[in-house]
């Protein structure tokens, strides 16, 4: 497709279940990002890919959150055991390689853990 | 470490009124500068970026900003506000001299154009 596609759109979890979501990046974008948005914030970022490999992971929050993209296109971030305050518009984004490239955003999956 | 400040919640103009909303940054090297804009219930859309050169930058939409690097700003501009440009808008930072790829957001600003 043309954008950055995220399913699902919402998801409403029961505390204690594990959710996955899915990013399909832009055709041919080597770098690949997740961020956390928490209502009336600012994006945070979670986590890099360029390719399949994960250079940064410094931002996820804990060790319940994983995130992985085996064949360096599509890619999952996997959160255990939900809590209330994982409850967030997780936005993928990506662009070419390189940093002054832009990075072009998903339209997002909104957790609300119940 | 990198920061962006956005220090103001909301902005407020009258549709054909020109409007700024304001951005300061922090970066140990030089900054490569972002704005984005979200709708209701969107993603987050690229409006323009700063990466070197004229201090100017014209983007999407008829947005434009100025780097000014003395005053460590990045101010997003608009010569007539519509109604339509009511959103959130989003600075972003990342800087140059470190290796990774990630931006860092401001808290954002909500601006509100009326009629």
């Known amino acids: 497709g043309a954008g950055v596609s995220q399913s699902p759109r919402y998801k409403v979890a029961k505390r204690g279940q594990d959710v996955a979501l899915r990013c399909d990046p832009i055709?041919?974008?080597?770098?690949l990002f997740w961020y956390q948005q928490a209502l009336g914030q600012g994006p945070e970022f979670l986590t890099y890919?360029?390719?399949?490999?994960?250079?940064?992971k410094s931002g996820l929050p804990s060790d319940r959150f994983f995130a992985e993209r085996p064949e360096g296109s599509v890619s999952t971030l996997k959160i255990q055991r939900t809590q209330q305050e994982d409850s967030a518009v997780y936005l993928c984004?990506?662009?070419?390689?390189?940093?002054?490239?832009?990075?072009?955003f998903g339209e997002g999956s909104w957790l609300t853990v119940v | 470490a990198q920061s962006v400040a956005q220090p103001e919640d909301q902005v407020n103009v009258a549709e054909g009124n020109p409007l700024t909303v304001k951005c300061t940054y922090s970066?140990?090297?030089?900054?490569?500068l972002f704005w984005y804009v979200q709708y209701p219930n969107r993603g987050l859309q690229f409006l323009l970026k700063?990466?070197?050169?004229?201090?100017l930058v014209k983007g999407s939409y008829g947005f434009e900003a100025e780097f000014n690097k003395s005053q460590t700003s990045f101010h997003l501009k608009k010569p007539s506000a519509l109604v339509s440009d009511s959103a959130l808008y989003f600075c972003?930072?990342?800087?140059?001299?470190?290796?990774?790829?990630?931006?860092?957001f401001g808290k954002g600003t909500s601006l509100l154009v009326t009629p």
């Open positions: 972003a930072v990342r800087d140059m001299s470190n290796s990774g790829y990630a931006l860092n």
């Open positions: 055709s041919g974008h080597v770098s």
């Open positions: 700063y990466i070197t050169g004229d201090n």
């Open positions: 890919f360029q390719n399949e490999a994960q250079l940064d």
């Open positions: 970066v140990s090297g030089n900054p490569y």
């Open positions: 984004a990506s662009s070419h390689r390189g940093s002054g490239n832009t990075i072009y």
